[in-house]
């Protein structure tokens, strides 16, 4: 699957270059050029902080406002926290700009993740009043309203869900969202459940998974026992300029909406007793064992 990605990669930098050699620009590609210029002019500020400085100087400041960031999770049984994750990003891109999100669910992505739930979304820290959600029955009704959200700029970020690495959602489908995100100067947050690392035109992509709470701190600084603090993300940043990968466990306060770093917890789980307080059985020294007696007999009279 890399391979013919890389490919149409090479395709579309070949072309640009001809572009500009020729004094001509892809329209798409012009489109982005001559706003970016504008809000250059303008002065906007086109970066969401996360808070987190180690995490905002790999990312050159913060979250893109302008373009493309894929988050992924290895399998659908972490969907959770990779939604959980995708939703605080929702939540700072809100902070920024209080124009209304929208949520596209891919019927393939929605049948194993799930639909949102609004009562939880406004505990986590979103303004539902200002969310809408679609789910196209099919992917490449999903891409297209993806890529309408993103002309019209109208959202203040436009959220995309898939399944795994499916075959009409490569390289050059990618390109094109990514492109009208830099024209219309509005985020596009690609959640993809369950997929495969692959070539795209992504800014940045993180590896969401998810992390073991911490408990609850009191007013006086000691942790209650027992009881599940904020929401944790162990998150790897796979694609970035950094040289390396960027690994770091964060916490998500949904009152305050902010992220901070987690605090190492201790990752054994609770002494339990047995589920039956008898005696063991014996261990037989021959290796086998006989059938081991039958309970009381009792007399019971013969039914006819």
Not at 130 to 137: C, E, I, N, Q, T
Not at 213 to 241: N, V, W
Request: charged share 20%; net charge neutral; aromatic share 6%.
């Amino acid at each position: 699957m890399a391979k013919p990605a890389l490919a149409q990669e090479t395709v579309f930098a070949l072309r640009e270059t001809i572009a500009r050699l020729e004094g001509k620009t892809l329209p798409a590609l012009g489109a982005a050029q001559a706003n970016g210029t504008e809000r250059n002019q303008r002065g906007e500020n086109l970066i969401a902080p996360t808070g987190i400085s180690l995490l905002d100087d790999a990312l050159e400041g913060g979250l893109p406002r302008d373009g493309l960031t894929e988050l992924r999770s290895l399998g659908l049984r972490h969907a959770g926290a990779l939604s959980g994750f995708a939703l605080a990003f929702a939540c700072l891109y809100q902070q920024k700009d209080q124009r209304p999100l929208l949520w596209i669910s891919d019927r393939m992505a929605a049948g194993d993740a799930g639909l949102p739930y609004p009562l939880g979304l406004k505990r986590f820290g979103l303004s539902i009043n200002r969310l809408l959600h679609a789910a196209p029955a099919r992917l490449e009704d999903a891409l297209w309203l993806a890529e309408a959200a993103l002309s019209s700029g109208i959202f203040a970020a436009t959220l995309l869900e898939v399944r795994g690495n499916p075959a009409n959602f490569g390289l050059t489908e990618s390109r094109r969202l990514s492109l009208r995100a830099k024209a219309a100067a509005r985020p596009l947050l690609i959640l993809r459940h369950g997929g495969e690392e692959e070539a795209s035109s992504a800014l940045f992509r993180f590896h969401v998974e998810p992390a073991l709470a911490a408990a609850r701190r009191l007013p006086d600084g000691s942790m209650l026992g027992g009881s599940i603090g904020p929401s944790a993300f162990r998150l790897t940043l796979e694609k970035s300029r950094n040289p390396a990968p960027l690994s770091l466990t964060l916490e998500w306060n949904h009152h305050d909406r902010h992220f901070s770093i987690a605090e190492p917890t201790e990752q054994a789980l609770p002494q339990q007793s047995p589920a039956h307080s008898g005696a063991p059985l014996s261990t037989a020294v021959d290796g086998s064992d006989s059938t081991p007696p039958l309970g009381a007999i009792l007399a019971f009279e013969r039914a006819s």
